[in-house]
Each structure stands twice: as C-alpha cells, then as structure tokens.
Antibody
Framework: EVQLVQSGAEVKKPGESLRISCKGS????????IGWVRQMPGKGLEWMGI????????RISPSVHDQVTMSTDRSITTAYLQWSSLKASDTAMYYC??????????WGQGTLVTVSS | QSALTQPRSVSGSPGKSVTISCTGT?????????VSWYQQHPGKAPKLMIY???KRPSGVPDRFSGSKSGNTASLTISGLQAEDAADYYC???????????FGGGTKLTVL
C-alpha cells in the first residue's frame, strides 16, 4: 500500500526557520516525483512544486520559488519542504503528494503550519 | 498564471447527475490533456478522482466521469449519493514555466 506520512503540526514565529517532512513507503521512492500542495485556511489548493528523487530535478511554482526549498533523502525515502524565514502568510496546511506534473495519485495526511507572533 | 475557473457551488438531488465545469485558456486546459480532478471532504486530504481528462484510478466508482471541450474540462457525477458531498478541484498542467495550476474549487451539496 502506498503511504505518505507527514511530520506533525508546527507553531512558529515570524522569521523562524522550519523543515517539514514526508516519508514515502509501499512503492519505489525514486520512480515517482514527490511534491507539495498548500491550502491556506478556508481556501483552495495551490501547487507549490515537485522533486524527482532519482536525480533531484526540481520544478517550483514561480509564486513560491524564492520562498521555499524542496529536497529528498533517498536513503530514508523522505521528502522535505523548508523555509529559512517564515511569514504569517505561510500559515497553511501543507500536503505532500506523489505523482508527476500530470496528476497526484497519493496524498499525505497534511501538516498544519501556524506562524504567529 | 490565474487559477482555473470553477463554479463556487453546485447542488443536486440523490440519484441525479451534476456537472462541474473547469474553464481555462488555450494555454492550459486547451493545450494539454492533463486535467485531473480531486475530491476533498472537510478536514481530509484530497483524493484523485479523474486524471488525463477522463481516466479513473482504480477504486473510483464509474459514476464519476471526465471530459474536455476546447478550454473547458468537466466532471460529471451521476447517481448522486450523500457521500459525494465534498469540495472538488480541477487541476491542469500549464507548461514549463508555471507547470501546474488548480481551479478555485467547487462545493457540491447533495440535497
């Protein structure tokens, strides 16, 4: 069974750094792109970007490309989404997804990030 | 790149059919057959319902179908059931700069 298990909820202050994780299992990790989708409170889905674990090829949405870093660690089949300086507007639920640029066939349970002073 | 345009809400009675539209442009929906649809129940992660315009993943009931005409994709749900009440999002590949864009979402109410 394909599973994407994400790290737990986070509460941070503006300006702090953060890395959230997503562990994939039940499938060959390096054969599928793995990406991130943001959902702000009460809002719709927003695609952030995607990484190919086999070679770290990364495609990031222009709307967030200078705000986040996406990476993977093949040895532990884990993907990461990282911020160096959080803003209040980063408050959202973040979902990791397996798939490609065409569709996302498996979703993690979501990680709620709250940024507040 | 703007989000794809979906109606804010649609409704239908049990057993009936509803169609949710997703309108883009000739640069996204009109150019690629990579439209997908996702169902999201409150407090849950989204679930893939349709990919590549009209293909159903294993396990998705055949009551769900997808199509595309020009710059508009559509999701049709026939034989509506109470559990179909959810938010539905379309999504499309939009090329090698913006890559992927979602629609704004449609809330389906089963009356």
């Amino acid at each position: 069974e394909v599973q994407l298990v994400q790290s737990g909820a986070e509460v941070k202050k503006p300006g702090e750094s953060l890395r959230i994780s997503c562990k994939g299992s039940g499938y060959p990790f390096t054969d599928y792109w793995i990406g991130w989708v943001r959902q702000m409170p009460g809002k719709g889905l927003e695609w952030m970007g995607i990484v190919y674990p086999a070679d770290s090829d990364t495609r990031i949405s222009p709307s967030v490309h200078d705000q986040v870093t996406m990476s993977t660690d093949r040895s532990i089949t884990t993907a990461y989404l990282q911020w160096s300086s959080l803003k209040a507007s980063d408050t959202a639920m973040y979902y990791c997804v397996r798939g490609s640029l065409r569709n996302f066939d498996s979703w993690g349970q979501g990680t709620l990030v709250t940024v507040s002073s | 790149q703007s989000a794809l345009t979906q109606p804010r809400s649609v409704s239908g009675s049990p057993g009936k059919s509803v169609t949710i539209s997703c309108t883009g442009t000739s640069s996204d929906v009109g150019s690629y057959d990579y439209v997908s649809w996702y169902q999201q129940h409150p407090g849950k992660a989204p679930k893939l319902m349709i990919y590549d315009v009209s293909k159903r993943p294993s396990g998705v009931p055949d009551r769900f179908s997808g199509s595309k005409s020009g710059n508009t994709a559509s999701l049709t749900i026939s034989g509506l059931q109470a559990e179909d009440a959810a938010d539905y999002y379309c999504c499309s590949y939009v090329g090698s700069y913006t890559f992927v864009v979602f629609g704004g979402g449609t809330k389906l109410t089963v009356l």
